[in-house]
């Protein structure tokens, strides 16, 4: 056998092993493993405060009407018109790792957080508006008293109202959604968040 092809043959094979070598050696090379992307994650989500975040504008009107006891003579009925701006959704202040239970072999993750509440109510002075006013000539106009009493009467009922309106579901849904996507987008195939 010629000894220069030898020599060519070494001289060929050399650089595709040395490619070879290199690129079996990266592929090998593993990037963060989950458990290290869940250390990274669990801060972003205390940064955040607040998760799966819903706000609702609430118009209502406030009415009183009143017709006199037998002693006075005449009616007066006052109608109101106001918009409330509730917002709702899962406190983060108290997350941790203690919320996320993981398999890593199995890229599956468990995370608990608290149901929905209300994060803030707002029912501005400025958008009361009187809409409608009907005093009898011998009846005296509603005061300011009788008028912040109503409007207290109204957000009272607004507050107690808020659980019907779904509010609460949607954030816990929309934060549903928010985690597994996350979670998803770290490398886990399985994630179930639960609220208690």
Known sequence: MNPNSNRYIRLFLTPILLIALSLGTYSCKKGPSLEEELEGWIPQMVEM???GTVEYTINKIV???????WYKVGDRMILFSTTCYIKAGIPLDSFSEKNVQTDAL????????????LLSF??????VKLTYKKI???RSDFDAAERTRLLTQAEQRIRASIATTGIYQEAELNA???VTTML???GFEIVKVQFV
């Not at 199995?106 to 509440?117: G, Q, Y």
């Open 106 to 117: 199995r890229k599956t993750a468990t995370v608990t957080l608290p149901h929905a509440k």
């Open 176 to 178: 549903t959604e928010i």
């Open 49 to 51: 405060a607040e998760l």
């Open 184 to 186: 998803k987008n770290l």
């Open 122 to 127: 707002n029912m501005p002075p400025d958008e």
């Open 63 to 69: 009415s009183a009407n009143d017709n006199g006891d």
């Open 136 to 138: 009898s000539a011998l």
